[in-house]
């Protein structure tokens, strides 16, 4: 059984930076499309970022792209998403999703979800 471990996020000012964490385990790390997307109130859900692990290939928003980066820790069995020029856009509940395999854009498609975190953004 896959699990996801989140940590990170929190309260910023516009213009400032947060990161967010996401550890696996239960499974092999080598070959899991890991990343994150998030859901403000009253908007549908978005994927923001997410990397297939077996080759680093990363995917981003057009929202977040040039602001945000994802990137693996292949010793940690982690991924970090690195959030800087932050909105006030940006705020929602940000949820570490997985699936093995290679990514894709449907949130239905990846069975293992983290706890949650909040990123709220003030202007």
């Known amino acids: 059984q896959v699990q996801l471990v989140e940590s990170g996020g929190g309260s910023v000012q516009a213009g400032g930076s947060l990161r967010l964490s996401c550890a696996a385990s239960g499974t092999t790390y080598s070959n899991l499309c890991m990343g994150w997307f998030r859901q403000a109130p009253g908007k549908e859900l978005e994927r923001v970022a997410t990397?297939?692990?077996?080759?680093?290939?990363?995917y981003y928003a057009d929202s977040v792209k040039g602001r945000f980066t994802i990137r693996q820790d292949n010793a940690e069995n982690t991924v970090y998403l690195e959030m800087n020029s932050l909105k006030p856009e940006d705020t929602a509940m940000y949820y570490c999703?997985?699936?093995?395999?290679?990514?894709?854009?449907?949130?239905?498609?990846?069975?293992?979800r983290g706890q949650g975190t909040q990123v709220t953004v003030s202007s």
């Open positions: 990397i297939w692990t077996r080759v680093g290939m990363p």
């Open positions: 999703a997985a699936r093995r395999g290679s990514c894709v854009a449907d949130e239905a498609e990846f069975p293992h």
